[in-house]
Nanobody, 116 residues
Framework: QVQLVQSGGGLVQSGGSLGLSCAAS????????MGWYRQAPGKRVTVVQI??????YSGQSVKGRFTISRLYANNTLLLQMNSLKPEDTGVYYC???????????WGQGTQVTVSS
């Protein structure tokens, strides 16, 4: 069973930066897509950024501020978040998908709180 273990996040003031990490228990090269999702308080889960087939897809609200990347040597997915806004507050989830096996894996979730 693939495990995704998240770290990072926390509390930051508006305009600040935070980073998130997602360490996979197996080679991330095996995943067809990896990404970050978030759930704001009282709202549904939405896409933050996804990497699929060499292309990055971003939610409109984070374009130009967030950067997703993969560290293949460490089997880690990263999310660098700059110029944070209070509306970025939420629980962030790491996701990895294997299309052929029709499997999706999720991290445990990490709280990000941006104060105004």
């Amino acid at each position: 069973q693939v495990q995704l273990v998240q770290s990072g996040g926390g509390l930051v003031q508006s305009g600040g930066s935070l980073g998130l990490s997602c360490a996979a228990s197996e080679s991330i090269a095996a995943f067809d897509a990896m990404g970050w999702y978030r759930q704001a308080p009282g709202k549904r889960v939405t896409v933050v950024q996804i990497m699929k087939d060499g292309t990055t897809y971003s939610g409109q609200s984070v374009k130009g501020r967030f950067t997703i990347s993969r560290l293949y040597a460490n089997n880690t997915l990263l999310l660098q978040m700059n110029s944070l806004k209070p509306e970025d507050t939420g629980v962030y989830y790491c996701n990895a998908e294997n299309f052929a096996a029709r499997r999706a894996y999720w991290g445990q979730g990490t709280q990000v709180t941006v104060s105004s």
